[in-house]
Structures are given as C-alpha cells and as structure tokens.
C-alpha cells in the first residue's frame, strides 16, 4: 500500500465512525502503521493531534445537527460522544463560542471541514540520510514513560526528563557505562514497540561497554537487529528535530520505498551544545520495504 493511500484510508475510517468510540489502533492499522507512528506523523503533518480533529469534526457536525434537525441537546451529546448534556455545552461552546441552545435559535457557528489527502508536486529540498543494518545490540539507559504525542506534551515531557537526568547524576552515571564509539554520542531512546495505549517509554542512554552494573536506577536493554533510516539533523534543538522529522514524513516516507519498522527510535547526541545553531545529531528510525 502506497503512503497517500494508507493515510486516504485511515482519514475515510475515522470520518464513517464520528458517531462512534473510534479505535485509533484500527485507525493506524489502515494506515499500515502502528499507533504512536500514525499519531506522531498525523500530528507533524497537520499542526493537531488526531483526537483534536476527531473532536472538531465531532463538534461541526453537531452544530449542522442542532440547527438542521433542531434535536435535543442532550441526544446530540450522546450522539457525539458526551456523556452529559454539560460536557458537551463546554467542549461546544469552547469551539464555536456560542451554547448549544443558541446555535439551534440560528447563532453563528464554526465548521472545520474534513481532509483528504492530495497530491502535490513540492520539493528541492535535500534530506542526508542512510540506511543502515545493525545487530542487536546492548544499552543502558534509565526509562520513563511518556504521554502519547499530543501537540507539544509529549516533546515537553521528553525535554523535562532530560534536564532531569542531567541534574540528579543519572547522566553521569550512564557515561560510566558507555561505549559512545558504536553510535558516537547519548542516545534518546523511544521504545515504540512498548507502548500502551497513552504511554510509551522512552529513555536516556547509551551503548553499553558491559561493565558490572553497579546503579540501580539503570538498567541493561538489548535492542534487536535493524534496518534503520538515519538522519542528519542540523541547527538549535528542538527547533531542527521537529523539522528534520516533518521532512521525515512529509519527504522521505512518501517517496522511499520503505516505511516505519516496529520497534525503536533512537536520538544521537555527540554533545550537550544543543542550543548552538551549527548543532549536528542524527535521527535513526527502523524501517522496513513497503510491500
């Protein structure tokens, strides 16, 4: 399945079930992609999460519904997925600026139209990038679990971790046990394949050069053998990461002949200078050949 496709098929499902509990995991699946990838490339392509647009589609409609039908409130809160007539004047209200009862007297109201996805001819853009076949091979990190990516939560979570471990010693704690030559710098792991339904794990790392382990807030992880995309990632962080990977989904997936791999993600940093601009790191996401 081509990458329009998928994308076309998963916006075609969630459209048919506005009226419904929608599965975001069937959502991803007619994708061909995992949950935590659909949602993240969702969310770098649009500007907003998934249940953003689930919810102002919802709410579009609900607007049509009251002043073409001039139907109950409460039916339509429970049509829409409210569970009271209450939750649903605010979420109503928050997003058109009017109550329910006045969009059914003829209040102005707001509609966010459904997508669909287009083809159009962008591009000139040069993206550095390889593929690389690794073995598995081992790290020790210390793991936390993250929101799913919903706007910036998830990033803010991750940044906060971070300045976290560099505070309390964990950093240099992991430098005690690591073999910066395999990959050439600490590693932001994202465990994809681990995720729950609104958490996955991620963690700060590095190879392990299999030293007795002595800290007990570390642990030793094996990560399988991959195929990986890498990608060079240029400029002050976090700015660079976030375009670096919209170019990853809006570029290189489109057009690959690969696709997202099941698995991890892991963010290489040689250094802590991120906030200079001539800052250098590199992305590696497992991928697969498309079928």
């Not at 681990?194 to 642990?219: C, H, Q, R, V, W």
Request: net charge negative; aromatic share 12%.
């Amino acid at each position: 399945m081509d990458w329009i496709t998928g994308i076309q098929q998963a916006l075609d499902y969630t459209e048919a079930h506005l009226t419904e509990a929608i599965d975001y995991d069937e959502v991803a699946r007619k994708a061909a992609s995992s949950p935590f990838h659909f949602q993240r490339m969702f969310g770098m392509l649009c500007g907003f999460t998934l249940g953003d647009y689930i919810r102002m589609r919802r709410l579009t409609l609900a607007a049509c519904d009251l002043q073409q039908t001039g139907g109950k409130v409460i039916d339509i809160a429970m049509k829409y997925g409210y569970d009271t007539p209450e939750s649903f004047s605010r979420a109503f209200a928050r997003f058109h600026g009017i109550s329910p009862t006045d969009a059914r007297r003829g209040g102005n109201v707001k509609s966010f139209s459904r997508l669909s996805v287009k083809l159009i001819l962008t591009g000139g853009n040069t993206m550095d990038y390889r593929i690389v076949t690794k073995d598995a091979f081992k790290v020790v990190c210390r793991r936390k679990q993250m929101t799913m990516p919903q706007g910036d939560t998830a990033a803010a979570d991750i940044s906060a971790f971070w300045k976290a471990c560099s505070a309390d010693g964990t950093m240099d704690a992991i430098c005690r046990y690591a073999d910066f030559a395999q990959l050439g710098g600490l590693l932001g792991i994202c465990f994809s394949s681990d995720m729950s339904a609104s958490a996955f794990p991620y963690g700060i790392g590095a190879p392990y050069n299999g030293a007795e382990m002595k800290d007990a807030e570390l642990e030793i992880v094996e990560i399988p053998a991959h195929t990986y995309a890498v990608f060079t990632c240029r400029g002050r962080m976090p700015e660079a990461f976030q375009k670096t990977y919209q170019q990853i989904c809006t570029e290189f997936f489109p057009q690959s002949r690969y696709e997202y791999g099941s698995g991890v993600e892991l963010e290489v940093y040689p250094s802590a200078d991120t906030q200079n601009p001539n800052y250098t790191c590199e992305i590696w996401i497992a991928v697969k050949e498309k079928k």
